[in-house]
């Protein structure tokens, strides 16, 4: 049984940083595509950044330059700096066998196999 696991999450002051690992296991799967999503209190989920590609496309536009995405394996990380408080939200992590042609493909089928997620809170 697929397991992906999330951790770092946690209360930061605006400005700070956070480090959010996540692993999967529990399955010979090749996971080809890995990310990162995020869910606000009363808002839509939305894609925060992901690796879909033989090429490491990595899908980020809202949080470029702030926020970077990294892969060991069946390990994928996000590294958060300059938080700001709209950046609060439950974060999980995502997992799919395929590669997407896009990021558009991405947001349109989704991945597959999902965390549990953490909370990240940035206090105004």
């Known amino acids: 049984q697929v397991q992906l696991v999330e951790s770092g999450g946690g209360l930061v002051q605006a400005g700070g940083s956070l480090r959010l690992s996540c692993t999967a296991s529990?399955?010979?799967?090749?996971?080809?595509?890995m990310g990162w999503y995020r869910q606000a209190p009363g808002e839509q989920r939305e894609l925060v950044a992901a690796?879909?590609?033989?090429?490491g496309t990595k899908c980020a536009d809202s949080v470029k330059g702030r926020f970077t995405i990294s892969r060991d394996k069946n390990t994928v990380y996000l590294q958060m700096n300059n938080l700001k408080p709209e950046d609060t939200a439950v974060y999980s992590c995502?997992?799919?066998?395929?590669?997407?042609?896009?990021?558009?493909?991405?947001?349109?089928?989704?991945?597959?196999?999902w965390g549990k997620g953490t909370l990240v809170s940035v206090p105004s």
């Open positions: 529990g399955s010979s799967i090749s996971f080809n595509s």
């Open positions: 690796f879909i590609s033989l090429s």
């Open positions: 995502a997992a799919d066998p395929q590669y997407f042609s896009d990021c558009e493909a991405l947001r349109y089928y989704g991945m597959d196999y």
